[in-house]
């Protein structure tokens, strides 16, 4: 089993910055692709940065130019670095990853247990 937790989140006030992390744990696997999800109470789980295996990103419109996804793959951890947060940001954030475990074929997604993140003065 892959287990993902992440950490990080809390309350800040509009304009501040937080640093999320999502370290990955078990046995016998390797990680590709990792990515951050967020969902707002009342609206659907949205993609809001993915980071390959080589590092190449891509982030969602409404979190460019604020937000940076990184990753360490020697320690399988994720990272989300937030800045100039708005409480249109309010979300619990999910970090998943797209493992690769012995025994099994082709990727498996695993996903973390969230964090919450609330913007507000």
């Known amino acids: 089993q892959v287990q993902l937790v992440e950490s990080g989140g809390g309350l800040v006030q509009p304009g501040g910055s937080l640093r999320l992390s999502c370290a990955a744990s078990?046995?016998?696997?390797?990680?590709?692709?990792m990515g951050w999800f967020r969902q707002a109470p009342g609206k659907e789980r949205e993609l809001v940065a993915t980071?390959?295996?080589?590092?190449?990103?891509d982030y969602a419109d409404s979190v460019r130019g604020r937000f940076t996804i990184s990753r360490d793959n020697a320690k399988n951890t994720l990272y989300l670095q937030m800045n100039s947060l708005k409480p249109e940001d309010t979300a619990v954030y999910y970090c998943?990853?797209?493992?690769?475990?012995?025994?099994?074929?082709?990727?498996?997604?695993?996903w973390g247990q969230g964090t919450q993140v609330t913007v507000s003065s």
């Open positions: 998943n990853a797209d493992v690769r475990r012995r025994g099994f074929r082709g990727l498996i997604r695993y």
């Open positions: 078990g046995s016998d696997f390797s990680i590709n692709a």
């Open positions: 980071i390959s295996t080589g590092s190449t990103t």
